[in-house]
């Protein structure tokens, strides 16, 4: 598990390219047959990445958080953005086709991930905050939550949105998920952008072809940057930061968010003649 510390706006304008990187961009997410786990000290989240090709993948219990197994005092919610697989919960085996998503509760002991026969791997994406009780197990179908249409294809952002884990649908104690698709021929997403400064944001860019790039927009909407950010690469994204983007092709993402509040809403708007 790698651990990254939490920073501070005013530290944007003194990072080059590759600290930018090395702070906010999580690259190698999804390597065969193992879990990659990056511990952010942003409210303290876990994002992880599970791809098991020859066999199943266990989760392990990383000595970093301090507990006898992962779900000691921690929740998640779990989107499978590859082939079809399966996710076990100690004596409960879910299958999780892809874009599905699983909210696995505290106390859960053992959790296997397993791919189904195919020739695409599952690839299963885990957002992990520290919990304070526990809420059942719960699998979503891709598709099936709360649906919510955005944008205009005028302005290249018409994106429809599902949530997932969130105060009106799957309960939890801190976080919320779900999966935004952008329409055909719409490229931009989250804009007009926002900042929500109660609770930290990572994104994780998925469907996105090998010789495609999403420019990821970060920072104070005042001292912006961008992050050239591949298939299968996930964002860190602060409270202060303002987080949206545009892609060279059609793309999805997985959100997800955990803090103060689960109010989907509670955002504060940065319109784009103000960004700098």
């Known amino acids: 598990m790698e651990q990254r510390y939490a920073t501070a706006p005013d530290q944007i304008p003194g990072m080059d390219t590759a600290e930018l990187r090395r702070r906010y961009l999580v690259e190698d997410l999804f390597v065969a047959d193992e879990v990659r786990a990056v511990y952010t000290h942003h409210d303290r989240v876990v994002l992880a990445g599970i791809q098991p090709v020859s066999g199943p993948v266990e989760l392990p219990g990383f000595p970093e958080i301090r507990s006898d197994h992962f779900f000691e005092h921690r929740e998640a919610g779990i989107v499978n953005v590859g082939g079809a697989g399966t996710v ?154 303002v987080h949206c983007g545009f892609g060279s092709a059609s793309y999805s993402f997985v959100w997800a968010m955990a803090g103060e509040n689960q109010s989907f809403d509670d955002m504060d708007g940065v319109p784009i003649a103000e960004m700098r």
């Open 88 to 241: 076990a919960v100690d004596a409960t085996t879910h299958k999780v086709g892809k874009g599905s998503c699983l909210y696995v509760g505290r106390g859960v002991r053992d959790v296997t991930f397993t791919s189904a026969d195919g020739d695409e791997p599952a690839r299963f994406y885990l957002f992990s905050a520290p919990a304070h009780t526990a809420y059942p197990t719960t699998l979503v179908e891709a598709g099936s939550g709360t649906v919510r249409e955005l944008g205009d294809p005028v302005t290249s952002n018409r994106r429809t949105l599902n949530q997932y884990i969130h105060e009106n649908g799957v309960r939890s104690c801190q976080v919320v998920m779900g999966v935004t698709t952008l329409h055909p021929g719409s490229m931009w997403n989250t804009m007009p952008a926002h900042t929500h400064d109660r609770r930290m944001e990572a994104y994780l860019y998925f469907d996105l072809p090998d010789d495609a790039r999403v420019v990821h927009i970060m920072g104070e909407p005042t001292q912006t940057r961008h992050l050239m950010v591949a298939d299968g690469q996930a964002v860190i994204s602060p409270s202060w930061s």
